[in-house]
């Protein structure tokens, strides 16, 4: 069935560098790539997506890239600060009805 | 305009008994989701209502789970009777369109002893 794997699982940066979770999905029909932030205790929050008519979106200190033909897409933090510390979950779907997501990865930022 | 809201937001069960999740979607949202979080995997898919119909229930993982979305507004989901590996968190999205962006409830944590 359709997946889609994230890495790492747990990422720690120092405030002030950037950050990259990168993810690969298997369904070659997707085309809507969203990104999601969740913090303790919340739902997850969409910070930023992707359609495949497009190789990268920026928004601030948060961009995302998309390779459809290796079928890989990132999602790029800079100027990391305390706050951006979350849960970011990486999801693919195919413009049916179904959003895939990756296992998550815990960003930590050390102040 | 108000958010995804469920309750409870914790619940915490023997095995063999029975409970009931509500999911409240945003307003005017058609499309509404239930999904699952097991301890450090994936948000997986359950299943999909469009109004109050059943779109999608591919995810449901067997006949002990029960969704219903009356009138098509706020949705339940049933667990009866509830076993060890149904912990997890459940989380409820709602969407106006499909392929939109997914707007989250703040989820249900589910501990089944």
């Known amino acids: 069935g359709e997946n889609v794997e994230q890495h790492p699982s747990t990422l720690s940066v120092q405030e002030g560098d950037s950050a990259v979770i990168k993810c690969t999905y298997s369904?070659?029909?997707?085309?809507?790539f969203p990104w999601y932030k969740q913090e303790l205790g919340k739902g997850p929050q969409l910070i930023i997506d992707?359609?495949?008519?497009?190789g990268e979106k920026k928004d601030q200190r948060i961009a995302v890239t998309l390779n459809k033909t290796a079928k890989h897409f990132s999602l790029h933090i800079t100027e990391t600060q305390p706050e951006d510390s979350a849960v970011y979950f990486c999801?693919?779907?195919?413009?049916?009805?179904?959003?895939?997501f990756g296992a998550g990865t815990r960003l930590f930022v050390k102040a | 305009e108000a958010g995804v809201t469920q309750f409870p937001s914790h619940s915490v069960i023997e095995k063999g008994q029975t409970v009931t999740l509500r999911c409240d979607p945003i307003?005017?949202?058609?499309?509404l989701y239930w999904y699952r979080r097991v301890m450090g995997k994936e948000i997986k898919f359950l299943l999909h209502?469009?109004?109050?119909?059943?779109?999608?229930e591919s995810g449901m993982p067997n006949n002990r789970f029960l969704a219903e979305r009356t009138g098509g507004t706020y949705s339940t989901l049933k667990v009866q009777p509830a076993e060890l590996e149904d912990s997890g968190v459940y989380f409820c999205?709602?969407?106006?369109?499909?392929?939109?962006?997914?707007?989250f409830g703040n989820g249900t944590r589910l501990t089944v002893t």
């Open positions: 369904d070659s029909a997707s085309n809507y």
């Open positions: 307003s005017g949202h058609d499309n």
């Open positions: 992707i359609r495949s008519n497009v």
């Open positions: 999205a709602s969407s106006q369109l499909l392929n939109s962006p997914l707007h």
């Open positions: 999801a693919a779907s195919t413009g049916g009805f179904k959003t895939i």
């Open positions: 209502f469009v109004k109050e119909s059943k779109q999608d």
